[in-house]
């Protein structure tokens, strides 16, 4: 063990005098100063809910979470037969927002999906915007909802706090 010790000291040693040697031929160098450049501007969004304040208003988050735009806004070839009963504004923090009760006799998720991109491009100027569908020609009852999140804004307002949970923009389900 101490053989083994002293062993490793002498490579060190060799190793450190030998840098040394190859270090004393050749001047040293001063450090030399990086070159500078100048910080990158910070970007500025312009949107309809900014508060004023100049160009760093105090809303540039916000303005920056409602000009983000999440999924597509292109209504599908076929939807299924829907009406919408009720339309209720639900603005709140800054996200424009709405309630729709939807009336359809379809009782899948595929056709719930179908009316909710359609929903999505009809409301896209909305930050957010939450559907239950319900069919009047039988019983007045749940059959399902739809989450449309067109914002980073609204995904906030609809509850995901750490973001959109998917890039389409909208999250359906069935009562079935």
């Keep these: 063990m101490l053989r083994l010790s002293v ?7 060799t190793v450190a005098a030998f840098l040394a040697w190859r ?3 050749e001047p040293v160098h001063p ?3 990086p070159e500078l450049r100048a910080a990158p501007g910070i970007p500025v969004a312009s949107s309809r809910h900014n ?8 809303n540039l988050e916000a303005a920056w979470a409602t000009e983000m735009r999440i999924g597509s806004f292109e ?11 009720e339309s209720l504004p639900a603005d709140r923090d800054g996200a424009h ?6 009336d359809t006799r379809s009782r899948s998720e595929e056709d719930f999906t179908l009316i ?9 100027d909305y930050d957010a915007v939450s559907a239950e569908f ?23 307002y609809i509850g995901y706090i750490f973001g959109p949970p998917n890039t389409r923009g909208y999250y359906v389900t069935s009562a079935e």
């Excluded at 062993?7 to 040693?13: K, N």
């Excluded at 508060?51 to 105090?58: K, V």
């Excluded at 209504?75 to 009963?85: F, H, I, R, T």
């Design 7 to 13: 062993l490793s000291l002498v490579v060190i040693l």
């Design 23 to 25: 270090a004393a031929g």
């Design 31 to 33: 450090i030399e100063t």
């Design 51 to 58: 508060s004023g304040g100049g160009d760093r208003g105090p």
């Design 75 to 85: 209504k599908p070839e076929q939807v299924p037969e829907y009406e919408v009963l």
């Design 97 to 102: 927002a709405a309630r729709l009760l939807v």
């Design 116 to 124: 909710a991109r359609d929903l999505k491009a009809r409301y896209s």
């Design 134 to 156: 319900t069919d009047t020609s039988d019983v007045f009852d749940y059959n399902g909802a739809a989450l449309i999140f067109n914002t980073p804004a609204g995904a906030y």
